[in-house]
């Protein structure tokens, strides 16, 4: 064969063991599984890429055929392998604690995530993160699974609710476990477990995350050791109470009215009550809307809208409930203080209000009920902390619960109880009235948490804590 008929036949050669690349689809980088309404041009906003990009890289003949379940290669991070999904992270995560934890580079989260700032992660701010086909089992993509003081793999197992024989798997594969407090996990190459919660706190939990306007935010903590717990959202003290040894336990409501936006949580840990402090930890937390409607009350009693008698008033309820007893007095989710109600309700808790043709500058601190006349019943056991008459609230009745809940009722014509009586649930404790801010004879029914007024149905629906 001549020379250039050699070449030429190599040249065609090669064209076909090396066809064009510019016509095939991207092999490597991570993965996302279309999820219904999903678009393309959605896709390539979350991921920071451009639809043309994510065509070329999947081979798309139809963009405007998205199946959902579909696997798309997300282009522009070759560096990633892995399936990507989004999720709202946890209080105490941070970029290095969750780069562990996925095992991926925090460098590739923050670049995935477009984080400049990787101090400013806030808990309940959604991430995106990349599951991967790691040995890292998956109770420690759950949970930061940390031993106490002297206990064994065995009962970590156990507590864990874990088997022991994955605990040594463990510790034979990528990551190695020691049973030593303070430094529960270490990584090869002498890293070590990266959380932002270190010893003596296992873990801190939120609920719910994002925080909600005018809904009960449940902070709880697990020590690895004996300890006095303090803290505080943004300039308020939460009132943190033991449930054992190890485990503490704070409620805080989030006022209707707060802005939307990042609120900071601090948390405090001390040798022991009045102590030394030990660690202190705070990052944002997210605080989202409740989605509340609006409504105009017109008729109501001039002087029940004078900010001269409005404000005292406040003033002194603020006061009343402002202490937290350290005993809790209920054990189950609260009863409807009222056996008269239907299915609906006069009034709903967040309510936006105006009174009498003035502004929206009110909203609606409580729950409520139809009725006149009918008897008023404890819905949770308590010690009654408030009886009288007020220009607002008319006839009211306040009852402490314990760890700084409170209730209180409304409008009453007549009230059978006296401060210091302790009631219990179902006992009346007086009669549904028209007196104070009202429009007409019904049962106002409210409930604090740490000096704010929150939704009382979620304490009908679940039992805090
Ligand atoms: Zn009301």
């Known amino acids: 064969m001549k020379a250039r008929t050699r070449f030429w036949l190599l040249c065609i050669l090669a064209l076909i063991v090396f066809p064009f690349s510019s016509v095939t689809a991207q092999e490597s980088g991570p993965v996302y599984v279309v999820q219904p309404g999903d678009t393309l041009t959605a896709i390539a906003l979350i991921f920071g890429t451009t639809v043309e990009a994510l065509v070329v890289a999947n081979n798309i003949d139809d963009p405007s055929l998205l199946i959902p379940g579909m696997e798309l290669i997300i282009p522009g991070y070759e560096e990633i392998s892995g399936v990507l999904t989004i999720r709202e992270i946890g209080y105490g995560e941070t970029l290095s604690s969750l780069s562990f934890r996925y095992g991926v580079p925090s460098e590739s989260l923050a670049h995935l995530n477009r984080v400049i700032s990787p101090g400013r992660i806030y808990a309940g701010q959604p991430l995106i993160l990349v599951e991967t086909e790691s040995d890292i089992p998956a109770l420690l993509k759950d949970s930061l699974l940390l031993p106490r003081i002297g206990e064994s793999k065995l009962e970590l197992a156990v507590r864990t609710g874990t088997s022991p024989w994955s605990l040594t798997t463990l510790s034979q594969t990528e990551i190695r476990m020691w049973v030593v407090p303070g430094i529960p996990l270490v990584v090869p190459g002498g890293g070590q477990w990266a959380g932002a919660l270190p ?267």
Do not use: C
Request: glycine share 12%; net charge negative.
């Open 199 to 465: 010893h003596p706190i296992l873990s801190v939990e939120v609920e719910p995350l994002p925080a909600v306007q005018g809904r009960t935010t449940v902070v709880r903590l697990e020590l690895n050791q004996p300890g006095w717990v303090e803290g505080h959202l943004e300039d308020r003290r939460l009132n943190f109470f033991p449930l054992d040894s190890h485990q503490w336990v704070a409620l805080q409501g989030i006022h209707a009215l707060a802005d939307p936006g990042l609120y900071d949580l601090e948390v405090q840990l001390y040798t022991s009550e009045g102590g030394e402090m030990t660690f202190a930890f705070s990052q944002p937390v997210r605080v989202r809307e409740g989605g509340y409607g609006f409504e105009t009350i017109n008729g109501v009693p001039a002087e029940t809208i004078d900010p001269g008698v409005v404000e005292p008033e406040e003033e002194m309820v603020a006061s009343l409930l402002s202490p937290a007893t350290p005993q809790r007095y209920w054990e189950d989710a609260f009863q409807f203080p009222s056996d008269y109600y239907t299915d609906s309700f006069v009034s709903v808790f967040g309510t936006r209000r105006s009174y009498n043709y003035g502004a929206y500058h009110y909203y609606h601190t409580g729950l409520d009920f139809y009725g006149s006349g009918v008897p008023i019943l404890t819905p949770s056991p308590g010690r009654v902390v408030f009886t009288g008459s007020l220009a607002v609230r008319g006839n009211a009745t306040y009852i402490d619960h314990g760890w700084g809940v409170y209730s209180g009722y409304f409008h009453q014509s007549e009230i059978y109880v006296s401060e210091g009586d302790f009631v219990d649930t179902g006992q009346v404790i007086g009669k549904v009235g028209g007196t104070g801010r009202s429009t007409g004879p019904h049962l106002h029914w409210e409930i604090w948490v740490g000096g704010v007024p929150v939704d009382p149905l979620e304490w009908v629906e679940k039992v805090f804590p």
